[in-house]
């Protein structure tokens, strides 16, 4: 005889039918199998009138009290329990299997911050699950209704504000729970990182190139959405360019090149807590021309990949 333990969280919308949700219920109960703790669902507030319940819309012959036990719970008992009283719904609660997720966590939500600014992005990374919704702090943890949850607006891209200072050394993680839903089973998991674990800047901007005796000088940015300012946020790039005589791939981290190259690309990352690199910028062409005014010096031509001599010259 199996029966199941639960938990009551409160949430935001309304469930759909019997077979799955399509958003998150107002009020749920989470069961989960191999224990031997019964149900109890209650209806409202304390009253001594009789009331009718339904599951999944059926009426539930002889159950008219305000609390209503589930004995031996089993996956038939899922869905949604509705309570009445004079012919009106009071109350709406669903019952939501405990989901088993083999896959690590880590792997099923992935986050990452393009600066040190107020806002971080993630991932859902199953398209197993129906519905995602993403939360900040101990509420959402604890699954108080006081819990700011975010939903998806895209797919299952989120976007998350948080309030910690850019300028102050983290001494506390960021804890993110996530839930999800697949018919009527919810997973529920929780997470702590340091927002400096999980920076990985934009692509970096290549901005010019200038020959310097038998070197070439090339300038790197920061990307636009990199926080500032940049003297106290570094950034530390890296370029990976290919010579002219074999087409070997080699790499400089101080900005320095050989002259003799046919093309180069550029990324970044946080030097002070050896961030993730950032994805590497298009590949750029590089050619030489004589300035007309002064023939004795070379000015050099970066060009993105595949582009012709009348694009924009950097």
Not at 61 to 79: A, F, P, Y
Not at 141 to 160: A, M, Y
Not at 176 to 181: I, K, N, P, R, V
């Amino acid at each position: 005889m199996r029966t199941l333990s639960l938990w009551i969280f409160g949430l935001l919308i309304s469930l759909t039918g019997a077979h799955g949700l399509s958003s998150f219920p107002d009020d749920f109960v989470v069961v989960k199998i191999d224990t031997e703790e019964p149900v109890s669902l209650k209806c409202g507030s304390a009253t001594t009138e009789s009331v009718t319940w339904k599951h999944n819309g059926v009426e539930l012959k002889g159950k008219n009290d305000q609390i209503l036990t589930l004995e031996d719970v089993d996956t038939q008992h899922l869905g949604n329990y509705s309570c009445w009283k004079g012919g009106k719904q009071v109350s709406l609660i669903a019952v939501l299997l405990e989901a088993y997720e083999e896959e690590e966590f880590d792997s099923l939500l992935k986050c990452w911050a393009k600066s040190y600014d107020c806002n971080f992005s993630c991932t859902w990374t199953s398209s197993d699950y129906d519905t995602v919704r993403l939360g900040l702090g101990r509420d959402c943890q604890e699954g108080s209704k006081s819990c700011q949850w975010v939903n998806n607006s895209t797919g299952f891209q989120f976007e998350l504000s948080h309030n910690r200072s850019p300028y102050a050394e983290e001494s506390t993680m960021i804890e993110l729970t996530a839930e999800a839903t697949k018919d009527l089973e919810i997973l529920r998991r929780t997470k702590s990182f340091y927002l400096r674990d999980i920076v990985k800047p934009d692509s970096p901007q290549i901005v010019k190139c200038q020959v310097e005796k038998h070197q070439l000088n090339v300038t790197i940015d920061p990307p636009s959405s990199w926080s500032t300012p940049h003297s106290f946020f570094s950034l530390h790039h890296q370029i990976e360019y290919e010579l002219k005589d074999d087409g070997t791939r080699q790499y400089s981290e101080n900005g320095l090149i050989p002259k003799k190259i046919n093309k180069l690309r550029a990324r970044s990352r946080d030097p002070l807590v050896l961030s993730e690199w950032s994805e590497w910028t298009p590949w750029k062409n590089v050619t030489k021309a004589k300035k007309p005014r002064d023939k004795n010096r070379d000015k050099l031509h970066c060009l993105l990949h595949g582009s012709t001599p009348n694009e924009e010259e950097v």
